[in-house]
């Protein structure tokens, strides 16, 4: 089955830097979803991005979406500490219960 | 407080011992889904529903069966629980063109 993958698989960042996490997709998709998990916890809906959108913006977090290469990238702006988390991208395709996700980016911010 | 709610959060059984875990939703939302999250596979979908009486198979279902009889309610049943179904379980609803919400997770242990 189709799948995201991020990249890169860790990333180790200080307080106040940015941080970019990319997201590559196989097939068509209806749409793109970001997702954070903080250790061993039910995983927080962060922001979703359509199939003909290109660029999407909520708070300090901004998503990109290019469909001909079919891939994303998520830009956390000024981290902070607690942004540390897994940060996992997941494609929607058909229904709206359809939703795949990838093996996730853990993000560490330290002070 | 807008939620997805499992029980229970921490189970141990044995091999062969039918289990329920239990899934509600307070929002209203047509689509639930099962997911099972391991280390290094990221989260793959068991079953999924799109109203109730609807359900689907996922990306990984045997072993496991789901029932949708009320909206809100979304179980997850294993006839007979074999160690490689220790994971940690979520469910989670969407209204259609939404992001999904989580449960906090169930993290199962089949001894």
């Known amino acids: 089955s189709q799948q995201g993958e991020e990249d890169p698989q860790a990333l180790s960042i200080q307080e106040g830097e940015n941080a970019t996490m990319n997201c590559s997709y196989k097939?068509?998709?209806?749409?793109l979803q970001w997702y954070r998990q903080n250790s061993g916890r039910g995983l927080v809906h962060l922001i979703l991005i359509r199939s003909n959108e290109r660029e999407k913006h909520s708070g300090r977090l901004r998503v990109t979406l290019d469909t001909s290469k079919k891939s994303s990238s998520l830009l956390i702006t000024a981290s902070r500490a607690a942004d540390t988390a897994s940060y996992f991208c997941?494609?929607?395709?058909?229904?709206?219960?359809?939703?795949?996700f990838g093996t996730g980016t853990r993000l560490q911010v330290t002070l | 407080e807008a939620q997805v709610t499992q029980n229970p959060r921490y189970l141990i059984t044995v091999t062969g011992k039918k289990l329920t875990v239990t899934c509600s939703q307070n929002?209203?939302?047509?689509?639930m889904s099962w997911y099972r999250q391991d280390p290094g596979l990221g989260l793959r979908q068991i079953y999924y529903s799109m109203n109730v009486e609807v359900t689907d198979k996922g990306d990984v279902p045997e072993g496991y069966k789901v029932s949708r009889k009320e909206k809100r309610n979304f179980p997850l049943i294993l006839e007979s629980p074999s160690p490689n179904q220790t994971s940690l379980y979520f469910c989670?609803?969407?209204?259609?063109?939404?992001?999904?919400?989580f449960g906090s997770g169930t993290r199962l242990t089949v001894v």
């Open positions: 929002m209203n939302h047509e689509y």
């Open positions: 997941a494609t929607g395709t058909g229904t709206a219960s359809k939703l795949t």
């Open positions: 097939t068509s998709i209806n749409n």
């Open positions: 989670a609803s969407t209204a259609r063109g939404y992001g999904y919400t």
